[in-house]
């Protein structure tokens, strides 16, 4: 363009051209290029932007959500990547993943909980490489979420964080009674509801649904553990009416009892769903119940009465010790992603310690330590109640326990069968070993097929 | 003159021509522009319905997890299905949930449908009020129900036991196998009879007053006026209500997945929450369709008659 303009100078210079005829060649000229930058920026504006479908877990702590999505905001600003994010709930998440991975039109990066991985096995890429740069440079896994990540020693999914039960107990009560913690469900649990127990009052002294839930069923995943027994044996092969057939059906037996003999819990409870628990603590006619850190986190949120009155501790045990399957909420990424390197990037730049550090804090309680470097944060120190969260952490074990975690026992988790086995004694009258029995065939037949 | 060899009609021509003269001697005249009027709704059918319902019974027919091609297994599916304990007892809780259901609610549609006919006063407006149900979303009435019946908080127990004193205490609505199934079927009543109701009030609309004054004039009191005039009435209107009632309640998944998913211990488990069970629980979709699939035969009669029934009442 310069060399025109000079050529126009040269020329009126020369009187080749009227001053008149310049102006106007020089305005046409200037007009043009600003015409055309201006479209060139158009059309560069309308280059498609790189573009990352993630979808995100919409848990029950929404200031948590909020920062998870401003972070990755944060980070498609950053990158210049068009993110485009969608939430999906506990009641929803495994029909949206389903959908998608059957019409072939998964995301780049889904955040899972612990079964995800394994569910998802068959559309899911190789995320050993970002799982190992985080997990070395953070201290490493805890052990239970390395194991409930990995199969055949490659990483299914990058843990973020862990989601635990805890004990809730109503502290106001317990001192009034002059009752401890119970440290073991039989005969501690037993002893301390049946005396804060008051029907006339609709007060109960404990509440655990055994009705099909996710409460429900890691409740009879912890008691069959704690009496010695549990679904699967160290192999991975079916255990539940074989191997550990006395074990479990003591287990059994307890659990039922808490409804049917020693009379601790609301008569409902086995109607309940997830929320049911969590409705009837804050409604005050609870005095125990296990649940996960988002019942503190809406009482603290909503400085409900009973938070100041409520007390976090240790899951109770039982004969064999005291175990718990805590969640592990990780990243994955799907094999038919294009831009996996941008979503172990999105990975990195979410588990960065500051960003996570606020994710954390923002969560009160249910983003616990998956990485043994984040256990020491002092954030952990800063309630008293967070105490019992880290420390069922730490002693977590994983879904198969004490074989590895495998699709089938998924898909055990998914069918909800510990908790028919409960239901089928409690409901409908059959006996604890008939039950195990009746249980047992539908695993083994599990384990068949996903053998075949 | 001979005729050249080359503008001689060759045999193939003729053969095309002759089958083009039986096409139409048997399917009309116009009957290429008839196929291009059929071939869009041909096309749409074929695509929308039979695409689909084939390759649904395609899979059932293998062992199918998600993100895993299919494996064909013939009719191992449906030979474990017809042994297992857990499928037989959904398809007895489906017939029980199903037939619960609709008989109560031919029966309240009846009542409901001769109480708008009659003369009471603001008739619209209780018309309005008892389609509510209807017109409600099936989820935010099943998740008021959850509400209505929980044991400790429920406003059905509080009423009961707080404010009429009817019960010592309250009743676990939800968590007992007889009154879980039959407060599911509660919900569903509630909600269906409605339709019921309207139908039966147009078809009952529809009787001529002619055929009540002759009844009342040959000495038929109310309750012969309804079973020798009315009933007959609306008779073809109650066998398609109930025949289209029928399927969808058999095929009702929201009520039971909300209320109670299927328990306590399989207490209220039909036939469609354990196909969703088994699809997204389990992740095998081939035997989940299987499972959805299973009682098609006894559908598929349901639909042939009620098919045949509403042909033979348009030919009438």
């Known amino acids: ?452 | 003159m001979a005729t050249p060899a080359a503008r001689l009609p060759g045999r193939a021509a003729l053969d095309r021509r002759e089958a083009t003269v039986g096409l139409r001697l048997v399917l009309g005249p116009d009957y290429r522009l008839g196929f291009l009027f059929v071939a869009p709704i041909v096309l749409l059918v074929l695509a929308l319905v039979a695409y689909p319902f084939g390759y649904a019974m395609y899979l059932s027919l293998t062992r199918k997890y998600v993100g895993v091609p299919p494996v064909w297994v013939g009719f191992d599916n449906y030979v474990k299905l017809t042994w297992d304990g857990f499928f037989q007892r959904a398809v007895a809780n489906s017939f029980i949930f199903t037939f619960g259901s609709v008989s109560v609610k031919l029966l309240l549609g009846v009542a409901m449908a001769l109480v708008l006919t009659s003369r009471i006063r603001f008739r619209s407006f209780f018309t309005g009020v008892l389609l509510i149900p209807w017109v409600a979303p099936t989820v935010v009435s099943a998740l008021n129900f959850l509400w209505i019946y929980d044991y400790s908080l429920g406003v059905l127990n509080y009423l009961l036991v707080r404010v009429f004193r009817v019960l010592p205490q309250g009743v676990g609505w939800l968590s007992e196998a007889n009154t879980a199934m039959a407060s599911v079927i509660a919900v569903n009543i509630w909600r269906g009879f409605p339709f019921f109701g309207i139908s039966f009030l147009a078809g009952m609309k529809a009787i001529p007053a002619e055929l009540y004054e002759a009844a009342a004039v040959d000495g038929a009191g109310p309750l012969q006026r309804f079973w020798r005039v009315t009933l007959p009435g609306i008779k073809n209107i109650v066998i398609i209500v109930v025949l289209l009632s029928t399927i969808w309640t058999f095929n009702d998944f929201q009520i039971v997945y909300i209320l109670t998913k299927g328990g306590p211990g399989g207490a209220t488990q039909v036939i469609p929450v354990l196909t969703y069970e088994i699809a997204f629980g389990a992740q095998r979709l081939g035997e989940a369709i299987a499972v959805a699939l299973y009682l098609l035969p006894a559908l598929a009669v349901v639909i042939i008659v009620l098919a045949r029934y509403m042909r033979r009442g348009q030919a009438r």
């Open chain 1, 1 to 452: 363009m310069d060399r025109q303009f000079r050529a126009l100078v040269d020329q009126v210079a020369a009187g080749v051209i009227a001053r008149r005829e310049f102006l106007r060649k020089t305005a046409i000229l200037t007009g043009g290029t600003a015409a055309g930058l201006h479209a060139l920026g158009r059309l560069a504006q309308a280059q498609p932007k790189t573009k990352l479908r993630v979808w995100l877990f919409k848990s029950f702590v929404t200031a948590g959500n909020e920062v998870l999505a401003k972070h990755i905001e944060a980070w498609g600003r950053e990158r210049k990547v068009d993110v485009e994010t969608d939430w999906a709930t506990f009641g929803d998440r495994e029909q949206k993943f389903v959908a998608a991975i059957e019409a072939g039109n998964p995301p780049d990066l889904a955040e899972m909980n612990i079964y995800g991985p394994m569910r998802y096995k068959a559309a899911l890429r190789d995320v050993s490489r970002v799982a190992t740069q985080l997990g070395s440079a953070k201290g490493g896994f805890l052990p239970f979420a390395e194991r409930a990540m990995k199969a055949e020693g490659k990483f299914l999914g990058v843990p973020r964080y862990s989601m635990t039960t805890v004990f809730f107990i109503r502290k106001d009560i317990m001192e009034a009674k002059g009752l401890k913690p119970p440290k073991v469900y039989d005969p501690d649990v037993v002893t301390f509801a049946q005396k804060t127990t008051d029907p006339a009052k609709d007060l109960w002294g404990f509440g655990q649904t055994l009705n099909r839930s996710d409460d429900g069923d890691g409740f009879m995943s912890n008691i069959l553990w704690d009496y010695g027994g549990g679904v699967w044996d160290k192999d991975g092969k079916p255990a539940l009416g074989t191997a550990f057939l006395k074990q479990n059906m003591a287990a059994l037996q307890f659990a039922v009892d808490t409804i049917k003999k020693h009379k601790i819990q609301p008569p409902g409870v086995m109607g309940w769903t997830d929320v049911s628990n969590n409705e009837a603590y804050m409604a005050g006619k609870l005095v125990t119940t296990n649940n996960g850190a988002s019942l503190y986190y809406a009482m603290v949120q909503k400085k409900h009465e009973l938070a100041p009155k409520t007390l976090c501790v240790l899951t109770p045990g039982g004969p064999a010790g005291s175990f718990v399957g805590s969640s592990c909420y990780s990243w994955a990424i799907f094999q038919k992603s294009k831009q996996a390197d941008l979503a172990e990037d999105l990975i990195r730049w979410v588990e960065d310690e500051s960003r996570f550090a606020e994710y954390m804090k923002a969560s009160v309680g249910q983003a616990g330590p998956v990485y043994k470097a984040r256990v020491d944060n002092p954030y952990w120190k800063s309630d008293p109640n967070f105490d019992a969260m880290v420390q069922n952490i730490l002693r977590s074990v994983n879904l198969g326990y004490p074989g590895p975690m495998t699709p089938a026992a998924a898909e055990v988790q998914g069918q909800k069968i510990l908790t028919d086995m409960a239901g089928r004694v409690v409901v409908g009258g059959l006996s604890a070993e008939r039950a195990l029995k009746e249980a047992h065939g539908r695993i083994e037949e599990i384990y068949k097929m996903r053998r075949a």
